[in-house]
């Protein structure tokens, strides 16, 4: 679903975000990236989501060589994978229901369905009772759940998350987390950048080490294709 | 405020634009009214002048003519010139009789009446043959050097709402940077980003054309009453024409399309700026 062949992230200025990367996650892996601050977590999550392009290699995600990709193109791939941040990147001026509509509104989608999808979505998270609240009135753990709600609500294959947990107490996070295993059993391919190593331990997950841009460490185990396929 | 800006940008050229229309209205009454002036030779008596009066009469190209006798001439001359104690002095009457001449409409271009007062100035009875157009055709000069400011005046105006309302269009973007991020981050094309813009550009200069609109109506409703009293002493039939439908059609699309065009650029510019690298 997501492969890196010998992908490097140079910034202007000269500094590496990651360098030499070889990756390869099956669809419907769920991956966690770990590594300290600054060791390309986020490098390599932007180059998925194409906010970045590598300056060599080539990322691929669902078939697609994203190098290739041209700029008209880049919003249709943005359709298919999702983001999740850490400090959640609501709209603080919309309501809940308006933020998790984005995805849906822009790609055009009629508005009965839109209600129907934001619904399932907020029920999903929890908090179909607040979606005509505005995120301010909302805890920091509940602006989270907004955020990956937002994330999942046009069901993209891929989700992608960059220390969705940074600011939570361990009992949210693990909410968090339990709520990506649930997107993962239906067949999302999940990559889930973190410093949480408490947490992803107990996950027992794939895990990735980044260490100053280069890939050191891969478990690579307890990985078997989830039956149900998105 | 940016409406308003707009507004007054477009209502000066378009003002000073009507300004000249109407100029040149009227001075193209002038022009209809040309006449040619035969003064005949003092020795021709008034049988045949009024000959010639009636040869000239039947030609195609002329669309009347007048007769003023001598005594009408001076009659004339000592009402207006108010040399009228000087005339007493004469023993004899010194002016000569006049024959005016008026073209017809197609013989009415300075070319071809300038062509006309030759060929009759060439006859035997007439001293001299006089077109006064001269100063008519120097005014005409002066409006159309008038008119090529106009456009060159309309052209930086234009360029000024363009940069005004991109940015305008650019402080709105600042102001909605983080909605647009999310947007893009969501996966929203560059027509969905661009659509809200246009219209805030497209409302800008339909305000700003109509405001403008406003300027120029008021203006004219201010200049009615003195053009009214000037051309009533004068004795003229002229009527400052208004702005007219085509014209308001004009200067709306004009509004539109700058403002339309220059949230066009401004969201471009950002669109550009913010591709992955």
Redesign the interface.
């Known amino acids: 679903m997501i492969s890196f062949e010998n992908v490097s992230k140079r910034y202007p200025g000269g500094h590496e975000g990651v360098s030499g990367i070889d990756l390869h996650v099956e669809s419907g892996e769920m991956v966690f990236l770990t590594g300290h601050s600054g060791a390309g977590k986020s490098t390599m999550l932007r180059l998925v989501?194409?906010?970045?392009?590598s300056t060599r290699g080539q990322v691929r995600v669902g078939g697609r060589n994203l190098s290739r990709l041209s700029?008209?193109l880049?919003?249709?791939?943005?359709?298919e994978v999702g983001?999740i941040f850490q400090d959640h990147?609501l709209?603080h001026d919309r309501t809940i229901f308006d933020n998790v509509a984005?995805?849906l509104i822009?790609?055009g989608l009629s508005h009965g369905e839109v209600g129907r999808r934001v619904r399932a979505a907020l029920d999903k998270v929890g908090l179909l009772q607040r979606e005509r609240d505005y995120p301010v009135t909302l805890s920091g753990g509940e602006q989270q759940r907004v955020g990956i709600a937002?994330a999942v609500v046009?069901r993209p294959p891929v989700v992608l998350a960059d220390e969705p947990t940074g600011n939570l107490d361990p009992e949210l996070s693990r909410e968090i987390f339990t709520l990506f295993e649930q997107f993962n059993q239906v067949g999302v391919t999940l990559l889930i950048a973190t410093h949480d190593l408490d947490l992803v331990k107990r996950m027992n997950r794939r895990t990735l080490v980044l260490k100053q841009g280069r890939l050191v460490g891969d478990n690579h185990r307890d990985f078997s294709p989830p039956l149900a396929r998105h | 405020m940016t409406a308003g800006v707009i507004g007054i940008s477009l209502a000066l050229p378009g003002g000073l634009h009507l300004l000249l229309n109407n100029i040149q209205t009227l001075s193209g009454g002038w022009d209809a009214s040309a006449t040619i002036s035969l003064y005949m030779r003092q020795d021709s008596t008034e049988a045949q002048v009024n000959a010639v009066a009636g040869q000239l009469s039947s030609r195609r190209d002329i669309l009347n003519t007048r007769v003023i006798s001598r005594d009408q001439a001076l009659d004339e001359f000592r009402r207006l010139s108010g040399f009228a104690e000087v005339l007493e002095t004469l023993d004899d009457n010194p002016l000569p009789m006049v024959l005016v001449v008026q073209p017809t409409a197609s013989a009415s271009s300075p070319e071809a009446a300038q062509a006309l007062a030759n060929e009759l100035g060439a006859f035997p009875e007439v001293d001299f043959s006089q077109l006064d157009l001269q100063w008519l055709q120097r005014f005409q000069a002066i409006t159309a050097i008038a008119g090529r400011m106009v456009w060159v005046l309309a052209a930086l105006l234009c360029l000024a709402v363009l940069l005004i309302v991109v940015n305008t269009i650019r402080l709105e973007i600042q102001n909605r940077r983080a909605e647009i991020e999310i947007t893009q981050l969501v996966g929203a094309t560059d027509a969905f980003i661009r659509r809200p813009f246009i219209y805030i550009g497209f409302w800008y200069g339909l305000i700003g054309g109509t405001i403008g609109w406003l300027l120029i109506a008021v203006s004219l409703l201010l200049l009615e009453a003195p053009v009214a009293r000037l051309t009533g002493l004068y004795n003229s039939g002229f009527q400052l024409s208004g702005m007219g439908l085509q014209n308001t059609a004009i200067l709306l699309g004009c509004g539109v399309l700058l403002g339309i065009g220059g949230s066009w650029i401004a969201v471009g510019r950002h669109l550009s700026s913010g591709e992955p690298t």
């Not at chain 1, 989501?49 to 392009?53: D, F, H, S």
């Not at chain 1, 880049?74 to 359709?79: D, G, Q, S, T």
């Open positions: 989501a194409l906010l970045e392009r700029r008209r880049i919003p249709y791939h943005r359709r983001m990147r709209l984005m995805p822009v790609a937002r046009s």
